[in-house]
């Protein structure tokens, strides 16, 4: 189903997502300087569009691997993700496995396998049209 699925998080979120998951570590939060203007502009040129949930997901693996924050990009992207997941309408198992697999695609650790189990999944269960 296509639908804006990033509205509710501008890159402010973003940033302050990161900032909260470096807190409790001690890590250091701050911008790379070779992906964080490029990341805020693919971010704020595509989170109000609208798209399929895979590419959703997509997105946020590809911020993630441009490496906008000095520590946890992985962390930060799939946060955001397996967020807007837990908040469809889907039964408790099914939103475990969604979450799950786009957390690995998110962070680059996915095998084709799981890539296709998401898309398989999303086929099946997520509405192809907005009632």
């Given at each position: 189903m296509k639908k804006v699925w990033l509205s509710e998080i501008p890159w402010?979120?973003?940033?302050?997502?990161?900032?909260?998951?470096?807190?409790?570590?001690?890590?250091?939060?701050?911008?790379?300087?070779?992906?964080?203007?490029?990341?805020?502009q693919l971010w704020n040129?595509?989170?109000?569009?609208?798209?399929?949930?895979?590419?959703?997901?997509?997105?946020?693996?590809?911020?993630?691997?441009?490496?906008?924050f000095c520590n946890f990009n992985g962390n930060t992207f799939v946060a955001i993700i397996r967020t807007i997941i837990g908040n469809l309408d889907l039964s408790p198992d099914l939103s475990v496995a969604l979450r799950s697999l786009a957390g690995h695609i998110v962070a680059g650790i996915s095998t084709p396998e799981e890539e296709k189990q998401l898309l398989?999944?999303?086929?099946r269960h997520i509405p192809t049209r907005h009632d």
């Open positions: 402010s979120v973003v940033v302050e997502t990161n900032r909260l998951l470096c807190a409790p570590k001690g890590a250091f939060h701050g911008p790379t300087s070779d992906g964080f203007e490029t990341t805020k040129k595509r989170y109000t569009s609208e798209m399929e949930l895979n590419q959703a997901i997509q997105l946020c693996r590809e911020c993630h691997r441009l490496a906008p398989e999944l999303i086929d």
